[in-house]
């Protein structure tokens, strides 16, 4: 191991797909309205797949992306991780579906189930692989195909889910002034039950029973949730500054896992942190648990709000509970 080889992100990809569930379709699905969703979340609309998408197509797309984005041929890919709570199959994982489509076999190829912060543990753990020295080309996707297993008769949680992917290629660097400067991890089990698919597992295998009684869908307490996510968006941020010597004015941007606006609002607004140096993209997205961080990402990179030289504060929490923040240096 060389302790002054850090990882650091070479570039990035995303893909969402074309089609379009506005609120307004919602006002059609259920007792809601476009009001009330957009003052209590933010969000306006959100992408769903179509037939021909799943977790696996969309990774492969948004990782053929970020390999091109970095000059990287996918046939030199060391490690693949693909973040995701919606997984192509139970077995094998989604990992091993994109590594066959992005012709990069052999390289590893795993899945990891964080949910919204599976896209930072997966960053986290592929940044120690290369920091060991034991990979150089690593690809993290975030990857959901959330609207597949959402109770569209529950209005609670049906209107927060869209699908989408992104991804990020990691290489070594020995320039101090970039890559991974800091990442911290956390998780409390004893929050299982606040997001949960209760069956189509080994707990609860799938049944006449299970389907009749709709348990192959997400169930959400929104509430706790809620507040689990303002303490820890606002913790991440206090720490991540903290732990990395930053003040406001050194952090280009923030990228946070894009749960709530009014979530995100709370945390800037209690620690007096400027709003216009958060990426929001919830209105057009909605809520893509892993996939969030990476297609937030790319679009700020696309959109020319970060680049190189950028300092980028990536915050996540979700199911689990699990909760994530990492700062780096593009
Ligand atoms: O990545 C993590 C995934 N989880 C999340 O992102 C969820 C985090 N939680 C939240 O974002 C919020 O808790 C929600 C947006 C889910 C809900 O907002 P809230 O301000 O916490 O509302 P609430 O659950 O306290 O419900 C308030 C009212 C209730 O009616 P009553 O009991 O006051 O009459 C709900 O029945 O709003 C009602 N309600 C709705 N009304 C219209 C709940 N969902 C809807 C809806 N349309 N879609």
Redesign the pocket.
């Known amino acids: 191991m060389s302790a002054d080889v850090r990882a650091a992100i070479v570039g990035l990809g995303s893909y969402v797909p074309q089609k379009v569930l506005t609120n307004q379709d919602?006002e059609r699905m259920?007792?809601?309205?476009d009001e009330?969703?957009t003052q209590?979340?933010g969000i306006k609309e959100r992408r769903v797949v179509s037939e021909a998408d799943s977790t696996a197509s969309m990774g492969t797309e948004a990782g053929r992306r970020a390999c091109a984005a970095a000059g990287v041929d996918p046939a030199d890919l060391d490690l693949i991780i693909c973040a995701t709570i919606t997984p192509e199959t139970l077995c094998p994982g989604s990992a091993c579906y994109i590594q066959r489509d992005l012709g990069a076999a052999p390289a590893a190829a795993f899945d990891l189930a964080a949910?919204?912060s599976g896209f930072l543990y997966g960053l986290a753990v592929a940044a120690r692989f290369i920091e060991s020295g034991q990979f150089k080309n690593c690809l993290v996707v975030g990857s959901e195909t959330l609207t597949r297993f959402t109770d569209w008769t529950d209005?609670?949680?049906?209107?927060?889910f869209g699908d989408g992917a992104g991804a990020a290629v990691l290489q070594p660097t020995r320039d101090p002034n970039r890559g991974f400067q800091y990442c911290v991890m956390h998780a409390d089990g004893s929050g299982w039950d606040y997001?949960w698919i209760p069956a189509g597992g080994a707990r609860m295998p799938a049944s006449t029973e299970t389907i009749e009684r709709r348990m192959h869908f997400l169930k959400?307490r929104?509430?706790d949730?809620?507040k689990f996510?303002i303490e820890k968006m606002q913790w991440l941020l206090a720490d991540c500054m903290a732990a990395c010597d930053l003040t406001p004015d050194a952090v280009d941007l923030v990228v946070p896992?894009q749960?709530?606006i009014?979530?995100i609002k709370s945390a800037t607004r209690k620690l007096n942190f400027p709003l216009e140096k958060v990426y929001v993209n919830i209105d057009k997205r909605g809520?893509t648990?892993a996939a969030s961080i990476p297609i937030a990402l790319d679009e700020a990179a696309r959109a020319g709000r970060i680049g190189p030289g950028s300092t980028v504060l990536l915050i996540a929490?979700?199911?689990g509970l699990t909760w994530s923040g990492a700062v780096v240096r593009l």
Request: glycine fraction near 6%; aromatic fraction near 8%.
């Open positions: 919602l259920v007792d809601t309205s009330w969703i209590r979340t949910a919204c209005r609670s949680s049906c209107i927060l997001i959400m929104g509430r949730v809620y996510a896992h749960v709530n009014r979530i809520n648990s929490f979700g199911a």
